[in-house]
């Protein structure tokens, strides 16, 4: 299974972004608090239901939104395709 696309929404420090990763290897780089560990943490979410840093979901979410939104496309074999998609809310600005 392969993650076609991204887009990341109010997780931690990613206000929002959009991706389409290459084909093998993708490489994250940048500066200490750039997201590089949110962006990492919004795959594991999208893929699991759950934070690998956290055991409360809505600490992720953004400090300035009420929700966190990430959902992706997946190549489930080379013919078919699959939306999928996580959302939480709950948080009090």
Same mark, same amino acid.
């Given at each position: 299974m392969a993650l076609i696309s991204l887009n990341i929404k109010s997780v931690r420090n990613i206000c929002e972004v959009a991706i389409k990763p290459t084909n093998g290897i993708n490489l994250i780089i940048g500066k200490n608090g750039c997201g590089k560990s949110a962006f990492l943490e919004a795959i594991f979410l999208l893929g699991r239901g759950r934070s690998f840093r956290t055991p409360n979901i809505r600490d992720t979410i953004n400090y300035d939104s009420k929700e966190? $939104? $990430?959902?992706?496309? $997946?190549n489930c074999d080379d013919k078919n395709f699959s939306q999928i998609g996580i959302k939480v809310g709950g948080k009090k600005i």
């Open positions: 966190f $939104v $990430v959902s992706g496309e $997946v």
